[in-house]
């Protein structure tokens, strides 16, 4: 985890587009891509997503702005069982950045325990790793 003010100092820059790679515990890999801002440390790094493209269903609020969070500052509705920082607007729809745990006997996996991608309308997808990249829009801007 690079951190957020170093993530912040970087897309301050510029604008940046935000890839986020899961896998599932059978080894399936999927993506999404967001355009995104985030704000400093004033505004608690909050975080506004716009879906770009991507092989799963969106599971974080576009257009909103997401505040974040940590076991000690999470919203009062949010489960003791999260674990972790992450941008929360509602306690069930992920944590990519949660304790890792391995699923139970036959797969199983306790909701709202590990890492996990919840769309509003779909099932649970339990992670067995997360990677979040940024890079600029324009990468002509680098050569």
């Avoid at 985890?1 to 899961?22: A, D, F, M, V």
């Avoid at 999927?30 to 801002?37: A, K, V």
Wanted: glycine share 10%; charged share 25%; proline share 6%.
């Amino acid at each position: 985890w690079l951190g957020l003010k170093k993530i912040y100092s970087i897309t301050k820059q510029g604008s940046y587009l935000l890839r986020i790679e899961l896998q599932d515990w059978r080894g399936n890999r999927r993506h999404i891509e967001y355009s995104f801002s985030l704000g400093g440390p004033s505004s608690n790094f909050s975080l506004q997503l716009a879906r770009r493209a991507g092989s799963i269903p969106n599971a974080l609020p576009e257009r909103a702005t997401l505040r974040f969070g940590t076991a000690d500052t999470r919203p009062a509705s949010c489960p003791l069982s999260q674990q972790g920082g992450w941008w929360h607007s509602e306690c069930e729809e992920t944590n990519l950045n949660g304790k890792y745990v391995t699923p139970r006997s036959r797969g199983r996996l306790d909701r709202g325990k590990g890492l996990y991608w919840k769309p509003k309308k779909g099932r649970y997808y339990l992670l067995k790793s997360t990677k979040l990249m940024i890079h600029p829009t324009d990468l002509k801007a680098f050569d």
